[in-house]
């Protein structure tokens, strides 16, 4: 409901869901997608967790369907979530804007050097990498 009702604007949107069925399915439906893109800004991210790709294709498939239909920059990436088996966990991506998707290594490592963090995964090169899919996950994407 917040969503679809405020008139505030964001930068990112995080949906660190549980699973589309029962109270969380809600979070998966068309009509959410679209309350958080009309909530971001002209290059706002939305990021959704869209199951683990290699048990779970229809979820991703599905969260990708909805969020292409809201974007001009929607994709699927992954990472290694170690909680999770079976493989990579998948992530929905929707931006109004392709431009914060195709952030270089160049673009990044300055940015996450003024931060001063000590990560253990994440790093610049961690990060563009996420968007490099296995075919399997690629043809999640296809119609």
Not at 11 to 34: N, Q, R
Not at 55 to 79: G, H, N, P, V, W
Not at 118 to 127: A, D, G, L, Q
């Amino acid at each position: 409901r917040f969503v679809a009702e405020t008139d505030e604007q964001f930068d990112v949107i995080i949906v660190d869901s549980t699973d589309p069925i029962g109270p969380g399915e809600v979070l998966f439906t068309p009509e959410f997608f679209a309350g958080c893109a009309r909530c971001l800004t002209d290059k706002g991210i939305l990021v959704t967790q869209s199951g683990v790709s290699f048990m779970q294709e229809e979820e991703a498939a599905a969260t990708f369907k909805r969020l292409d239909a809201l974007f001009t920059d929607a994709s699927l990436y992954i990472t290694q979530v170690p909680t999770y088996a079976a493989g990579f966990m998948t992530f929905g991506w929707g931006c109004h804007s392709p431009e914060p998707r195709r952030s270089t290594l160049e673009d990044i490592t300055p940015r996450v050097a003024s931060l001063d963090l000590k990560t253990r995964y994440y790093s610049p090169e961690v990060h563009t990498a996420c968007f490099s899919l296995p075919t399997y996950v690629d043809e999640l994407r296809q119609d």
